[in-house]
């Protein structure tokens, strides 16, 4: 990868979205309220969308003048394209394009049903220019939207088991450019790559689910030093119906559903091992990259712990 570094005043926010009509407004409504200097560039790519995303983008561009440049795509996939991956990797090439393709700039991307605080864009580029070439946000349930209390206590409790593991990684293989306090979300909800970086990857795979962490792993290989700093966030939605196939509103429908294996989890005995086994992959020559590359062809790890999510406390009459 080359050494240059981007200049965090060229930036683009990415919002891949399909049917997001009445979600759009909130975040657009939060990116206009970003403590970055205007006019910050969005672009909405809307894909197979068939609902009043438009005019609505529209209508919300209007309002915001001055505030966001809103750049609105709209491509209809065919049905084995129609999904995260094409949607996403749209939405970044056309951002990319805006950038002027030289890679001297900086992407983030999140979804149209998040809502990021406004020191989203400004948190993520200050963690590009500590001299790391991706950044993970971390996902907080919206506390403004309704959400059974199970699934509520399930993301506390599967919080603290990230959180442990976290802690034994750290103990372990710390990498000196993700040092705790960190969290280790990496996904589309959240995450910011320098162009240069995003087109050493190849950008975003073409694949249904698990793009994100697909394109997350691709540019590691390459040598991109990812960073996972604790000030950077964004509200993700506890709806159960979602867009995206297998994507969090699907994980939001299993956390919900006491039947379900969603706290059926790796035991951090395995995590252990694994933490030591990239020890040992990073002590040869390219090490980082030869992690991200090898560990994507490991079989899944065993889910054989189950965590439980503490029931609420009664308080007595």
């Not at 999904?83 to 805006?98: Q, T, V, Y």
Request: hydrophobic share 45%; aromatic share 6%.
């Amino acid at each position: 990868m080359t050494a240059r570094r981007p200049d965090p005043r060229r930036l683009v926010v990415c919002v891949p979205a399909r049917d997001e009509a009445d979600r759009l407004p909130r975040l657009i409504a939060a990116l206009a309220s970003q403590d970055w200097p205007a006019p910050l560039p969005v672009v909405v790519a809307l894909n197979n969308t068939t609902d009043a995303s438009r005019e609505v983008l529209d209508e919300l561009s209007a309002r915001y003048a001055g505030k966001l440049v809103l750049h609105v795509d709209e491509a209809v996939f065919p049905p084995d394209l129609a999904h995260a991956g094409s949607a996403r990797r749209r939405a970044m090439d056309l951002a990319l394009d805006l950038l002027g393709g030289d890679g001297g700039g900086i992407l983030l991307t999140t979804d149209a049903d998040a809502c990021p605080p406004p020191h989203w864009v400004s948190a993520n580029v200050a963690a590009i220019e500590r001299g790391v070439d991706l950044v993970g946000g971390a996902l907080v349930l919206d506390e403004a939207e309704p959400a059974p209390a199970l699934v509520r206590r399930r993301w506390s409790a599967l919080a603290a088991y990230w959180a442990e593991v976290r802690r034994i990684e750290d103990e372990l293989d710390p990498r000196p450019w993700d040092l705790p306090p960190r969290h280790g979300d990496n996904t589309g909800g959240s995450l910011a790559v320098t162009a240069a970086a995003y087109r050493a990857a190849g950008g975003v795979p073409l694949r249904p689910t698990g793009e994100d962490w697909a394109f997350v792993m691709a540019a590691q290989a390459t040598g991109a030093r990812l960073a996972h700093p604790r000030d950077v966030w964004v509200r993700v939605s506890p709806r159960t119906a979602g867009r995206a196939s297998g994507g969090m509103a699907a994980a939001m429908a299993r956390l919900g559903d006491p039947t379900s294996d969603a706290m059926l989890l790796p035991s951090f005995d395995l995590w252990r091992e694994r933490a030591l086994w990239r020890r040992d992959l990073r002590r040869r020559a390219g090490g980082d990259a030869l992690v991200a590359t090898l560990e994507p062809e490991l079989p899944l790890m065993p889910c054989a712990f189950r965590l439980d999510a503490p029931a609420p406390t009664e308080v007595a009459a």
